[in-house]
């Protein structure tokens, strides 16, 4: 019985109880009012957490235990409802104090656009910044039907900002015809369909690199994520996630920072969607923070 | 077989086929941006069309039948996702146009902030407007957070518009203290928990003015309407909203407009809502267009 | 931002920080491993702390705030899975020491025989105890199909311990025979299908006595909290069950504690249940903690 | 342990192993082909007699056991998928052998279409028979867009045949013009909305005269029954049909033969339709079988 | 905002507005009266269409967009209920017509029994029909119970017809006995447990022959699937179904007619299997009508 | 029409009507009051058996069909709700009486702790005997929290009596550090991730002996097995699981006894996993019984 504290609820399982002595610091973006299809993944985070209670400590594939690695979870970052401009304020900001302060972010979102002021914070530390990036789709719009903020132009910031030539976009299977010329003519990289089989080939020539991680849950086919907003069929099965965050943790590159965003608790009846992206959640604690 | 025309799919059911001579226009406002708890309503107008080829077209309520009433189903108004002002722009112009060209406007939302550029357009063309507002909640707010634009202000800005002496709000069972205090002073109607008794008291007043009725779908109890956004125990029935809308209908006063929001179908897996959301616009089709 | 103190997640909405301070505590007792049905409530607890974040603070019909009233969430008891007999021990020891230290007990079940350990530590306390159930099930078995530690008991074990006069029944519209024959004959009160009414009527009676007030959830018709264990068609409605709180609220018994049992979250996809219980907590706290 | 013996499983709780013993025969007639909306009603003969492990085999309306009445659940009648006519046949067939036998039909739909052949089997044996109908439909079309064999239809096939005269229908809030109107007409009885009311009314006429109690689920709210092909809003809580029960059974009326029908389980996840169902079966059971 | 003609609601993405200008028409077989299992495909072709909007309109396998071709989304074909004979006959006519105006068919079922007029259609038009059928069940069944009328049947139906030898069976897992045995003696293919490997062997071998292409979604595991009547495990993925569809659209077979069978949406909570149909139809469109 | 003898309802497809006749008996063990994480698995063999009406009677992978078996479904062996070990020792004297009548024990769980009492019972009789073991977990706990009668325990308790080298554990990837080190230690066989390929290393060095195979629906991957308590990303496909069970039905193993254990229905809204759970059954059945 613990009477004489704050009580601790909703954290991921085994997580430190102080910010200072942590190495790395997972948070919740509960943001989603840009989505043009389903929305729901505001509340992806809490249940994620939640569910991480089913969760054993230890990876089987990793060989490591979650008390090997000192994370906090600092909970939600508190974004203004439907407020697309000043919620991307909020979480650079937040973003840049956890780097100033030597932690590595650990992010889950929420819609994919959270990644984009993830990704300006990152890239003002790390200059030589790489994006590694796992999703059905390009994201490359500039706009969605005249919006620029939208969940379908982050990887399109992010391109231009650091260089297109630096983003590596793995298990694409959807986006309009323009986003792809564009991918090809600016030198951006996309692998169609497959993630670890071009990931194996793509990671040596960024050993040492800086690179930041940034997984869209629909990347999974359907059958293994049919909590999200967008499901597209023809997608990678759960198995081959796993395998390739393992690739990413067992090459030479340097992740110095990762997200997981677009789980959508209300599409996902059995939970299983929210259990999985728990379990990618330990596995990239464990790979990824050294 | 139709093959030499546009085929009409998902309109509600018997809509007129020509805009032209219709009396009333139907149409959806599916924005959800701005709500602060579970979106989904975005796909209420549709889902609640679909239903409705359960409707029997007759009410044996009003011994009318729908035939008798002509109304344009017009689809619904293409939102920006995420960009809430330029959302209510659109509707206030689409709205205005409607007035302009003589139509009753019968509104599905959406989140209930769809209801204000409604009112607005409806008040620049009867100064003299009252509004009938059904819902759980009092909807007050001058902001949420900080956000002036949000589902939790649309009857503030309204009272502020027109006179809040001309608004009645009925059902109300949640709210800010602030909010039932501010209805006080400035004298505007709250009638907490129940719809139709002080309904039956409030209309011989309202006799011959132009009236707006907004009905947020939450006014009905869970058990009733489970698919919406922010559901509150403590409600009315199904049963009792009918009798308002028939008690309306059967009044002296004079409907020039109404809507009824929140309804989201992803919570509402027996889609017992959006049956019940059909069967309410058929009620305020035959009821209010005389 | 919250960086430098543990994050207080999943608590239930307005929950004070400090235990010492604070009048009342909230628990969550997750246990439902003797249920003879549909399990399912250990997950009760969490689910109705987090939809409490959708509730208002603000009470329309107690006029009173939750800031008001200084309550802390002290999460969930850790029971052993499948071990009734020591889960009970626990429960009782943490009853004690919550009574030792001057605290108001709310509990959320778990099932219902959770409310039995509780019962005999506010027993010792008072010994002039009374308790007003509110219930679809008689729970006056003396063990089903051999078990006496079952959650179709607690009320039998209560009454035998604090004598049956002192225990009132409202809502009962199911039992075995033989349950209501000894409810007759040993003097217990069992009123029949109501709540309100009967409450109304024995409340005055009780003026000045230390009650405990146990709720079991499925009181109410299945219309109203389809996500419990044992639904059972008759019952009141949630509107009933907030009028009969507020009834106990105003009168003049002395409230030593109260449980609230039975949510269970998976069937409940709505989430209406977890939603009106939250409600219902929100209400025991500001009625019967002064 | 019952090893030397055939095994039975899904049979309503508490039926009697032995049908020559039997006064009543509980049978499914899980058809659902000529449903014009949501099919699924086959599968609720099934699911209601699962759930019924739930029920207590006491009626704390009735004061009555399951053990006192000997009925005998004959399970599913198989009728062939796709072919109503021969289903219709058969049922028919199989009901004429019931009442040849002496025993008490009770049945279990399956779509409304069902009660048609039972009925037919019931006049021939009681000429001055009497049916008393709880639906939210009229039924009274004479085919369904062309059909004559549709869930539309049953009650004016009955009332062709056994007049008009001798038909009530209760809670009756949906249905073409037409078919209000023929009611009028040949002098059937249709009260509107209320069940309780005009059924305490009507039930001293009916005294000694053999009554076919045919109850669709859907006259109850959706709120109370979710779980059925065509919800309606503005029904009877389930209180007031077990109400209703309870009426015909302390009347002096001879009810010599009831159905429940419309209970379709997909569209029932927390199940609560299936329980209420098996409820009512059970009150059908100790309130009918003298 | 389009006020002057009709709304155009519930069609495919990207549907062409004029019937005459199209090359296909894309049509649903709403039908699902004969199934022996779960019933509900009758809602398919309108929930495929409902999620089109999530579709991009680029097909990154096939690097088309759909507004390269032309094609109209005609709705359902209204078809009586229960009444199997008279829709069959009806959609033999509706084929019969789209054949005679030089339209490609491309349909959305509906049981698979909808499969046996178009083919009877196609026929007549292409005596030297092939046909490519993927699925989980051989449905060679003559009947069922007695039922000639079944969706067991079709294939056997049209094998008769065509003659076995220009029937190719792909992934089937599940049949009777003498389904498998009657298939090898008359000489039909059957090609169990997968699709993509024995198709690449028949392709060639059917070089310039007219093909009509049925799919039953059950084909796909259950994972993939689950929104299917009978769901059958040990299915093929999403990923080989779509790299089938490219096979047979890169082959020079000449691809005449084709459907898409069994999407049951209310077994379908995460509504994966109509995105996933919905996605399949996109590429059908884009591989098919050339 | 069955009218003299007792219905048998509930029972898989096929059972045969006499025990005595018997090879095999299927039975249910509705045990789930140990589960630590989601409960509900009680319930799996009721709705396996009932889903198990829309199964072929004919293996196409196996070339066998159920009526060339005899076996008995006893239903489910009645248990006391909420104790242990009460339960486990009545399942133990039930495999005792089965196997002392010459029958082969075919179970459905209920969680897996039941494995551990038919497996006591299987070593009194076959003192060589040799478990495989499929499953996402080690379930090597000595005890869970203190609870050493736990679902995370009966594959150490069985390892301890039978002797480490004789368990062979399948597609497991997830379980505590300690129990992967302790199986290492004492020479029990975990093959990680993979079941298919080292089983068909491993059955060969097992030819000739006692095989009881024991089976945890959650080594399929939540995409293939959503409806279980504890999902685990990563997991294998059914077609690998099929394909398993033939490869031990085709072996020189002498299977002595089966089980598949923790369906839990309440997760799998669409009955996918009870559906995959009874054709596993019907292919043990087929494969196993010689």
Do not use: C
Not at 146 to 167: D, Q, Y
Not at 273 to 289: D, P, Q, W
């Amino acid at each position: 019985m613990r009477f004489d504290e704050a009580y601790s609820g909703n954290v991921f399982i085994k997580s430190h109880p102080n910010y200072e002595e942590s190495q790395a610091v997972l948070y919740g973006m509960p943001m989603d009012w840009t989505v043009s299809y389903r929305p729901g993944s505001r509340f992806g985070p809490t249940r994620i957490r939640e569910v991480s209670i089913g969760l054993e400590e230890y990876s089987a594939y990793l060989d490591r235990e979650l008390e090997d690695v000192k994370y906090f979870d600092a909970g939600d970052i508190p974004l203004p409802f439907g407020n697309p401009q000043k919620s991307l304020d909020l979480i650079e900001e937040y973003i840049d104090q956890l780097l100033a302060e030597g932690k590595f972010p650990l992010g889950m979102g929420g819609e994919h656009l959270v990644s984009w002021p993830v990704i300006k914070a990152m890239y003002k530390k790390y200059p030589d910044l790489v994006i590694i990036h796992m999703d059905a789709h390009t994201d490359l719009r500039t706009d969605y039907e005249g919006e620029p903020l939208s969940h379908s132009t982050p990887i399109r910031k992010a391109a231009e900002l650091i260089g297109p030539s630096n983003v590596y976009s793995f298990g694409i299977r959807s986006g309009m015809k323009e986003e792809f010329e564009w991918a090809k003519e600016v030198g951006m990289h996309i692998y169609k369909f497959d993630v670890h089989k071009p990931l194996m080939e793509v990671l040596p020539k960024l050993a040492g690199r800086p690179v930041y991680v940034t997984i869209d849950i629909d990347v999974l086919d359907p059958a293994h994520a049919p909590g999200t907003g967008t499901v597209d069929a023809g997608g990678i099965t759960s198995r081959e996630l796993l395998a390739s965050i393992h690739e990413i943790a067992r090459s030479n590159v340097n992740v110095v920072g990762a997200d997981l965003v677009e789980v959508a608790p209300i599409y996902d009846p059995s939970e299983q969607t929210a259990n999985t992206a728990s379990k990618l959640i330990r596995e990239m604690i464990l790979g990824f923070v050294k």
